[in-house]
C-alpha cells in the first residue's frame, strides 16, 4: 500500500512546476497588468466580456444620440447647460432633481415620450432616460454593477428590449403632435438639403447589438409590424 502513495505524492510535486508555468503566462496575458489581473481575464467567459463591450457602446452610443436629439429639438429643453446636466443625470452618477419618471419601468417611460399630453415636458429627456433603463432591465445592471457571468442575461429580456428598442425606431419616423409635425426631428432635411443620418446609423448598431447577444444567447431575433396601437413591453416581468 506504502508504494501507490509515494507515487502519487511524487506526480503531485512533479506538477508543481507545470502549475507555475501557467499561471506565468496566465498573469503576462494582458500587458500592463498585475499577475492577478491577468489570472482573472485569462478564464473571463468570451460572452461575458462581449457583453461588457456592449454595455459600454450603448452608453456611448445613447449618450451621443441624446446629445443630438437636443441639438435638432432644442424646444424641449432650451438651456444648454440644463441638457448637459439631464444627459449626465442618465447616463452619469448626476443626481436627477426630476421625481416623476425617474423610478418607473422603462416602458412606462417610453410611453410617456411619445404621449400626446405628458407631466414631464422634455420628450428628449423621456426617450433618452427610457432606453437607458431598457438597457439597464435587460442586462440586469443595478447601481452600476456588471454582472458576472454571460447566463445571468435573460434571453426573454434580449428579446423584450429588442422589440422595444425597434418600436422607438419606428415611432421616431411616425409619432407626429396635433400640428401634424413629427414630436422628434431626426433625419430631416436641414436648409441646405442635407440629411443627417446619424440618428439611423446609431439606432441599428444598437439593434445589432441587442441581436448578437440574443444569438449568442440562443435566440433569434424577431421581425416585427408596429401600428400606431402598439404598446410597450414590460422587460421585467
Known amino acids: 500500500m506504502s508504494r501507490p502513495v509515494v507515487w502519487v505524492l511524487s506526480k503531485a510535486v512533479a506538477l508543481i512546476p ?5 499561471l506565468g503566462f496566465a498573469g503576462c496575458g494582458l500587458s500592463g497588468s498585475s499577475a492577478g489581473d491577468g489570472v482573472r481575464e485569462f478564464f473571463t467567459p468570451t460572452d461575458v466580456s462581449i457583453i461588457r463591450h456592449h454595455m459600454q457602446q450603448y452608453r456611448s452610443s445613447l449618450r451621443n444620440f441624446t446629445t443630438r436629439l437636443y441639438a435638432k429639438n432644442p424646444k424641449y429643453e432650451k438651456d444648454p447647460a440644463q441638457q448637459q446636466k439631464k444627459i449626465d443625470s442618465i447616463y452619469g452618477s448626476l443626481p436627477t432633481g426630476e421625481q416623476v419618471y425617474a423610478f418607473k419601468p422603462s416602458h412606462e417611460i417610453l410611453t410617456a415620450a411619445f404621449q400626446g399630453e405628458v407631466a414631464e415636458p422634455d420628450r428628449v429627456y423621456l426617450l433618452s432616460l427610457g432606453l437607458w433603463k431598457s438597457i439597464q432591465e435587460a442586462y440586469n445592471i443595478k447601481n452600476g454593477d456588471l454582472f458576472l457571468s454571460g447566463l445571468q442575461v435573460s434571453l426573454e429580456r434580449l428579446q423584450r ?15 407626429k403632435d396635433k400640428n401634424g409635425k413629427l414630436l422628434f426631428i431626426t433625419n430631416q432635411a436641414g436648409e441646405d438639403g442635407y440629411i443627417n443620418m446619424g440618428y439611423e446609423v446609431i439606432m ?16 433569434l431575433p424577431g421581425q416585427y409590424m408596429f401600428k400606431m396601437s402598439t404598446l410597450f413591453i414590460g422587460i421585467i416581468i
Do not use: A, F, P
Request: avoid cysteine.
Open 204 to 219: 441599428t448598431q444598437i439593434l445589432t447589438r441587442i441581436e448578437d447577444d440574443i444569438i449568442m444567447r440562443g435566440g
Open 18 to 22: 507545470m502549475v507555475v508555468v501557467v
Open 161 to 175: 428590449l429588442h422589440y422595444n428598442v425597434s418600436q422607438v425606431n419606428w415611432r421616431l419616423k411616425t409619432y
